[in-house]
């Protein structure tokens, strides 16, 4: 289990006066897991001979987090990554990943609980999922996939905007 605490540490272990105090912000990761993968090279053992090229890469990311049902502050965070290589309708592979984790968020105020679900949470498991990408590919016979590191600040802020302008293009019924 790993714990993030943002207490300052100035005062001694528990403040000046311990007391009355509210409690500090605590992120624990309590499980990791993967939930789905998948690979697929549909052109081997050919797919596997020498390119005279690199080829295309799309990646996709998605995030998601729900609560967890009769676990007290605790939320199931998701990564899903989609990687595909090739070039037009020719698929090296693709590989699909969905890698979670469940976390424990207490004493963050309201208005910090999805930034922290949606960008602190997919950062640590970030790391795992990554090596479990290019892990996959290398054990497929092709050079390890290496996913370069996700702002997920900006994908937070990228999906807030647009779940803004669904709410302005809705009819009202």
Do not use: W
């Amino acid at each position: 289990m790993s714990q993030i605490d943002n207490t300052n540490g100035a005062n001694g272990a528990n403040g000046a006066n311990g007391a009355g105090q509210a409690a500090q912000p605590s992120l624990n990761i309590l499980a990791q897991y993967i939930k789905d993968l998948s690979f697929e090279s549909p052109g081997a053992p050919g797919s596997l001979r020498g390119q005279s090229r690199a080829p295309g890469i799309n990646i996709g990311v998605n995030v998601g987090a729900n609560p967890v049902q009769g676990g007290d502050h605790e939320y199931d965070v998701r990564l899903t990554l989609n990687a595909r290589a090739g070039e037009g309708t020719d698929t090296l592979f693709h590989v699909e990943l969905e890698y979670g984790g469940v976390f424990r968020l207490e004493g963050f105020p309201q208005e910090h609980m999805l930034p922290v679900l949606f960008i602190e949470c997919p950062r640590l498991l970030f790391p795992f999922a990554r090596q479990i990408v290019a892990d996959v590919t290398r054990n497929a016979g092709f050079p390890p996939l290496m996913i370069d590191p996700i702002d997920f600040a900006a994908l937070f802020t990228q999906r807030l905007a647009e779940e803004r302008a669904k709410a302005q293009v809705q009819p009202v019924v």
